[in-house]
């Protein structure tokens, strides 16, 4: 097949899932062409079968306010859709992709009919869809795909609930991982794991580690809080992966608790994976998470979760099985569940090769095919 897909290139789980499930799709075969405004952050190098399209966005006065980016992304997915003859194209997160997608459809109709797959993420329904200035559009652009998928059951029940979605049916499609990337530490300890170890934290720490895009969502600074209340029993590091606007008051937070050596931002990183090997407990006391890749990328790292019992985590985080979850906002909850796993070392061995076991269910090898099944579907009609 030859598959259009269309996303957000930033720092987050709706960029990450679409840019892994093009370069998935381009293993087994297809064609895929990512368009987007800039390159997203996982498609790294070249990759067979795999090409990217940059948006360009023209500056003009009268355009200061309000840069009609959808306007320029729908002529790119209908030039990209002519010249590559395009069986389909794929939308992750609704707002502006899906609309511009169905715009797409409609200059290409003289011609033939371009298939408009759309998956939904969380804050494109949970936020900004819901929203009264996008709401209208957000629930035309679900209703007039040929497909919709969500990446949890939770946020398809959200979408049917806020929007009703006259006449669509929501599929389920959860999230993946490439075990290729993210898997546990190989037995016994590689060179690599052992240096990453090392290099993140002395000998006789515990390792806690969080990843994210430090929206205000993601509660960065109850993460600073919930480490404080372990490094007060244990020596421990705790490592901070990703940026965002809530950066400074995390690292504020660390000032004041008087944990600056204790704490290491590194920011962005590509090879995140090899942080996650080297950690010892994620901690994702979230808002909300419409799925949560994070905690899976860190449960395929043999890495137990300490994370919300909010939207699709208990999706995928299993009580007791690869890690807790407790309340929004419950951080002395956190302290007591992180110290419980960290002193025992019989309790940290079974979650770890629970959580393993458990990220195998949403191995790429099995949710990639669920997608060309549904590519294949909607072609047929």
Same mark, same amino acid.
């Given at each position: 097949?030859?598959?259009?897909?269309?996303?957000?290139?930033?720092?987050?789980?709706?960029?990450?899932?679409?840019?892994?499930?093009?370069?998935? !799709?381009?293993?087994?075969?297809?064609?895929?062409?990512?368009?987007?405004?800039?390159?997203?952050?996982?498609?790294?190098?070249?990759?067979?079968?795999?090409?990217?399209?940059?948006?360009?966005?023209?500056?003009?006065? &009268?355009?200061?306010?309000?840069?009609?980016?959808?306007?320029?992304?729908?002529?790119?997915?209908?030039?990209? @859709?002519?010249?590559? $003859?395009?069986?389909?194209?794929?939308?992750?997160?609704?707002?502006?992709?899906?609309?511009?997608?169905?715009?797409?459809?409609?200059?290409?109709?003289?011609?033939?009919?371009?298939?408009?797959? =759309?998956?939904?993420?969380?804050?494109?329904?949970?936020?900004?869809?819901?929203?009264?200035? %996008?709401?209208?559009?957000?629930?035309?652009?679900?209703?007039?795909?040929? +497909?919709?998928?969500?990446?949890?059951?939770?946020?398809?029940?959200?979408? %049917? +609930?806020?929007?009703?979605?006259?006449?669509?049916?929501?599929?389920?499609?959860?999230?993946?991982?490439? =075990?290729?990337?993210? $898997? /546990?530490?190989?037995? *016994?300890?590689?060179?690599?794991?052992? =240096?990453?170890?090392?290099?993140?934290? *002395?000998?006789?720490?515990?390792?806690?580690?969080?990843?994210?895009?430090?929206?205000?969502?993601?509660?960065?600074?109850?993460?600073?809080?919930?480490?404080?209340?372990?490094?007060?029993?244990?020596?421990?590091?705790?490592? &901070?992966?990703?940026?965002?606007?809530?950066?400074?008051?995390?690292?504020?937070?660390?000032?004041?608790?008087?944990?600056?050596?204790?704490?290491?931002?590194?920011?962005?990183?590509?090879?995140?994976?090899?942080?996650?090997?080297?950690?010892?407990?994620?901690?994702?006391?979230?808002?909300?998470?419409?799925?949560?890749?994070?905690?899976?990328?860190?449960?395929?790292?043999?890495? /137990?979760?300490?994370?919300?019992?909010?939207?699709? !985590?208990?999706?995928?985080?299993?009580?007791?099985?690869?890690?807790?979850? =407790?309340?929004?906002?419950?951080?002395?909850?956190?302290?007591?569940?992180? &110290?419980?796993?960290?002193?025992?070392? @019989?309790?940290?061995?079974?979650?770890?090769?629970?959580?393993?076991?458990?990220?195998?269910?949403?191995?790429?090898?099995?949710?990639?095919?669920?997608?060309?099944?549904?590519?294949?579907?909607? !072609?047929?009609?």
């Amino acid at each position: 097949m030859r598959i259009g897909i269309t996303c957000y290139p930033t720092y987050g789980g709706s960029g990450a899932v679409a840019t892994e499930l093009g370069l998935e !799709l381009a293993r087994r075969g297809h064609e895929v062409h990512i368009i987007s405004y800039a390159s997203p952050f996982r498609l790294r190098g070249f990759a067979e079968r795999v090409t990217f399209h940059e948006v360009a966005q023209t500056e003009y006065p &009268l355009f200061e306010q309000s840069s009609p980016y959808a306007m320029a992304l729908a002529v790119k997915q209908h030039e990209v @859709a002519m010249r590559e $003859h395009l069986d389909l194209m794929h939308a992750h997160y609704a707002i502006p992709h899906a609309a511009a997608a169905w715009l797409a459809k409609q200059m290409l109709k003289p011609e033939r009919d371009l298939k408009v797959v =759309t998956t939904l993420h969380g804050t494109d329904i949970t936020l900004v869809g819901q929203d009264p200035s %996008y709401f209208t559009i957000t629930k035309f652009s679900i209703e007039q795909s040929d +497909r919709v998928t969500a990446v949890s059951a939770y946020l398809r029940d959200e979408t %049917y +609930r806020a929007f009703g979605c006259t006449g669509c049916d929501v599929v389920v499609i959860p999230n993946f991982v490439s =075990t290729a990337e993210y $898997h /546990p530490p190989r037995p *016994p300890p590689s060179p690599a794991d052992r =240096t990453w170890r090392h290099a993140l934290a *002395p000998a006789d720490h515990k390792v806690l580690v969080h990843v994210s895009n430090f929206r205000p969502v993601k509660r960065v600074t109850d993460v600073v809080r919930v480490f404080a209340g372990v490094r007060r029993q244990l020596p421990a590091t705790l490592v &901070l992966v990703g940026d965002g606007p809530d950066r400074d008051a995390a690292e504020q937070e660390a000032d004041r608790l008087d944990l600056r050596r204790e704490v290491r931002f590194l920011g962005k990183v590509d090879n995140v994976a090899d942080v996650l090997r080297g950690g010892d407990l994620f901690l994702l006391p979230s808002q909300t998470e419409s799925f949560g890749l994070a905690a899976l990328e860190a449960m395929a790292c043999a890495v /137990p979760v300490l994370a919300s019992a909010v939207g699709g !985590l208990p999706e995928v985080v299993v009580e007791g099985e690869t890690g807790f979850l =407790t309340p929004v906002g419950d951080v002395d909850g956190m302290i007591d569940r992180a &110290l419980r796993v960290l002193r025992d070392d @019989a309790l940290h061995a079974r979650l770890k090769a629970g959580a393993a076991h458990r990220a195998l269910e949403f191995a790429a090898d099995r949710i990639v095919p669920r997608y060309e099944q549904l590519y294949e579907d909607v !072609l047929r009609d």
